[in-house]
């Protein structure tokens, strides 16, 4: 049986929060291979334009004008953009249709793939069979053949692990690691991820596996509709068994040389030999939720896709509301085919496809929270300190797909001991 958990989650869209450092010592990741560049460092010269021509075109594409401020001069990764998590509006971008192999930020894919499928009460005993087929140097969580785990549990060892076992386990729980990979394309195609390539479930290295700056962004985007996938991903720590497991994102768990970010909540890293290092983040600032993603910088010091993700942000909150959007990210093919329809279950108080506001519910009443802090039985997660501020709750659980997709509610909840 599954030891009792314990978590600390970040709430998407804190206004105001000063958080301390956790005082145990996190135990190392389990991280494959230190990164180098594998891809050439020069990009096609032809790449998709879906989203728009501008995305589509090699460089740095951003409209700079009078009040817009200028981007960071010392980012070094292949490949990276910034886009309105709500509206879809691609702020800017850099080679952002590149094909590059993604690393673990393919698991948002995997589990926005997987999550619906079993009850996070669900046992599963781990046969030897399920733990096979993992590349040497794979992150684990430490899946033990033998004993039963719930699927919540995998799903922590996914999201805040990056464990390829616990992929493995769920894969497996999914008529094997095959039919997983086809079901991940599919649901690739069907979000119009057109630059995605799946090979394997768990995003390790494989021949002809690829992604894109473009690609992780939609897949961020879509599972953050799912409230396991906000709870999971924005989870900081967790018991596992016996043991703590902490959050292997470091702009939500923080490390001696990147701090926690203000707003954090997700999504997801990724970290192997021929990706280098890769890494999607969801934030919110003043009422703006942005979605970040970074592939591969080229300067190989320690936490340097976080560092520069955290840039990328900073720039975003100064430039959203008065830079011109370079592109968009599209909405799965199903829900562009009904754009021209208003969302079901519409009243005359809820917003309209195309103008959903932030901050309201489907009745388009503005809903607020008091931030909490998490403790456990066993101190788990106890220095985390959530200080003053309001948790502001985005609005509307359907998708609203006129060039605005926004986030459901991102409710904080309390977790007992």
Not at 353 to 358: I, N, P, T
Not at 360 to 384: E, Y
Request: glycine share 10%; hydrophobic share 40%; net charge positive.
């Amino acid at each position: 049986m599954p030891a009792p958990h314990t978590t600390v989650r970040r709430a998407l869209l804190v206004t105001s929060a000063a958080l301390l450092s956790l005082s145990a010592a996190a135990p190392a990741a389990l991280a494959a291979p230190t990164p180098s560049t594998g891809p050439t460092a020069t990009p096609p010269a032809r790449m998709s334009s879906l989203g728009g021509a501008r995305l589509g075109q090699a460089g740095t594409q951003v409209n700079l004008a009078p009040g817009v401020p200028v981007l960071p001069k010392d980012l070094t990764a292949l490949s990276w953009i910034v886009s309105d998590a709500e509206s879809g509006q691609v702020l800017a971008a850099h080679n952002a249709h590149w094909r590059l192999p993604p690393a673990s930020t393919l698991k948002m894919l995997f589990a926005d793939t997987l999550l619906p499928r079993f009850p996070k009460t669900m046992e599963h005993k781990v046969a030897p069979a399920d733990l096979a087929g993992m590349g040497a140097g794979s992150s684990v969580v430490g899946i033990k053949a033998g004993r039963s785990y719930t699927v919540h549990d995998l799903w922590l060892g996914v999201f805040l692990r990056s464990g390829n076992d616990a992929v493995h386990v769920l894969a497996a729980m999914n008529e094997g690691v095959g039919r997983t990979v086809k079901d991940m394309q599919d649901h690739a195609d069907e979000l119009q991820a057109l630059d995605t390539r799946v090979v394997s479930p768990d995003g390790y290295d494989a021949p002809g596996q690829l992604s894109s700056a473009y690609d992780l962004t939609l897949f961020a985007r879509s599972g953050l509709q799912k409230k396991d996938f906000r709870d999971y991903c924005s989870t900081v720590s967790a018991k596992f068994g016996s043991s703590e497991i902490r959050n292997t994102n470091r702009l939500l768990s923080g490390d001696t040389d990147v701090p926690v970010y203000q707003g954090i909540a997700g999504v997801k890293n990724g970290n192997t030999s021929h990706a280098g290092a890769t890494f999607t983040g969801v934030a919110e600032r003043g009422g703006k939720v942005l979605l970040v993603t970074v592939m591969n910088p080229q300067k190989h010091e320690h936490n340097e896709v976080y560092k520069e993700t955290a840039k990328l942000f900073d720039w975003g909150f100064q430039a959203a509301g008065k830079v011109t959007p370079v592109g968009e990210l599209v909405p799965p093919k199903s829900a562009a085919a009904s754009t021209a329809r208003p969302s079901a279950g519409a009243s005359s108080g809820q917003a309209s496809s195309g103008q959903a506001a932030a901050g309201t519910d489907g009745s388009g009443t503005k809903r607020v929270a008091s931030t909490t802090t998490r403790s456990g039985s066993r101190g788990i997660g106890t220095a985390l300190a959530v200080a003053g501020g309001l948790l502001v709750l985005l609005g509307g659980g359907a998708f609203l797909v006129n060039r605005r997709w926004p986030l459901p509610d991102l409710m904080r909840r309390r977790t007992r001991p």
